[in-house]
């Protein structure tokens, strides 16, 4: 279902993802190390329930990660991420999870307004409220939802912690600093691992700052990629280092 939903920056998705983990934390404890405990989240504090789908046998796109359906408080997961059969999906598996609840979180409230009352009635089809295709151009009600699953999984606090233990400082790592030699071992190594292929200067830059993410990935449970633009986003990571007044 097509639903218009308000303006929301980063700012306000942040603190919106905050404020489900400090009401999370009152009831079962705070959060105070990584991974962030979504499934209790979801299950425990939000009332929802997951399960997994056939999402190509069900909608007839094999590109469906996710969906949610409000008034059965259930969040449907394409079984190609089941992290049991497939261990190496579980950080988009939990990615996935994260934007389910964001669109519960950010979206149920508008899609109610907007006549989603109807699926209430006895003997009218289920279906869900959102389905989110990894093809489509990300709508502002899908870039809202995948921001919000950042911010769950990967809440600042704990990620400047984590930076620092692993860093062992607070300063940022620039791409542009890394020397040749380290970053094509980096990116042989990448290559050998995902399958050899052509990359452009931009995905080779994402490989080897993906490289370096890996292990906050590991501690965060989350992909590699979601780790890498977190870190992005935070200034952790940057592609060259900005020039200041002393250089």
Same mark, same amino acid.
């Given at each position: 279902?097509?639903? !218009?939903?308000?303006?929301?920056?980063?700012?306000?998705?942040?603190?919106?993802?905050?404020?489900?983990?400090?009401?999370?934390?009152?009831?079962?404890?705070?959060?105070?190390?990584?991974?962030?405990?979504?499934?209790?989240?979801?299950?425990?504090?939000?009332?929802?329930?997951?399960?997994?789908?056939?999402?190509?046998?069900?909608?007839?796109?094999?590109?469906?990660?996710?969906? =949610?359906?409000?008034?059965?408080?259930?969040?449907?997961?394409?079984?190609?991420?089941?992290?049991?059969?497939?261990?190496?999906?579980?950080?988009?598996?939990?990615?996935?999870?994260?934007?389910?609840?964001?669109?519960?979180?950010?979206?149920?409230?508008?899609?109610?307004?907007?006549?989603? !009352?109807?699926?209430?009635?006895?003997? %009218?089809?289920?279906?869900?409220?959102?389905?989110?295709?990894?093809?489509?151009?990300?709508?502002?009600?899908?870039?809202?939802?995948?921001?919000?699953?950042?911010?769950?999984?990967?809440?600042?606090?704990?990620?400047?912690?984590?930076?620092?233990?692993? +860093?062992?400082?607070?300063?940022?790592?620039?791409?542009? !600093?890394?020397?040749?030699?380290?970053?094509?071992? =980096?990116?042989?190594?990448?290559?050998?691992?995902?399958?050899?292929?052509?990359?452009? /200067?931009?995905?080779?830059?994402? %490989?080897?700052?993906?490289?370096?993410?890996?292990?906050?990935? !590991?501690?965060?449970?989350?992909? /590699?990629?979601?780790? +890498? =633009?977190?870190?992005?986003?935070?200034?952790?990571?940057? +592609?060259?280092?900005?020039?200041?007044?002393?250089?």
């Amino acid at each position: 279902m097509s639903v !218009e939903v308000p303006f929301l920056n980063k700012t306000a998705i942040e603190a919106e993802a905050d404020f489900l983990l400090a009401e999370f934390g009152k009831v079962h404890g705070a959060v105070v190390a990584p991974p962030v405990p979504l499934d209790e989240i979801i299950e425990l504090h939000l009332g929802l329930y997951s399960d997994f789908l056939d999402m190509n046998a069900e909608f007839g796109h094999g590109d469906i990660h996710g969906a =949610i359906f409000f008034h059965e408080k259930k969040i449907a997961v394409d079984m190609q991420f089941d992290p049991k059969l497939y261990p190496n999906k579980r950080g988009r598996y939990r990615f996935t999870l994260g934007h389910e609840t964001g669109h519960w979180c950010l979206h149920r409230k508008h899609f109610l307004r907007r006549g989603g !009352e109807q699926f209430l009635f006895e003997g %009218v089809p289920s279906k869900p409220d959102f389905v989110c295709r990894s093809s489509e151009k990300k709508k502002p009600v899908e870039w809202q939802a995948d921001t919000f699953a950042a911010y769950l999984l990967m809440p600042r606090t704990l990620m400047k912690d984590a930076w620092e233990q692993w +860093r062992g400082e607070v300063g940022a790592i620039a791409l542009s !600093e890394i020397d040749d030699a380290r970053k094509q071992k =980096i990116l042989t190594a990448e290559l050998l691992r995902r399958g050899s292929m052509e990359l452009t /200067a931009e995905a080779q830059e994402n %490989v080897i700052l993906e490289h370096l993410s890996r292990p906050l990935a !590991e501690q965060f449970d989350v992909s /590699a990629l979601a780790m +890498r =633009i977190r870190l992005e986003d935070l200034g952790f990571l940057v +592609r060259k280092k900005e020039a200041s007044l002393f250089d």
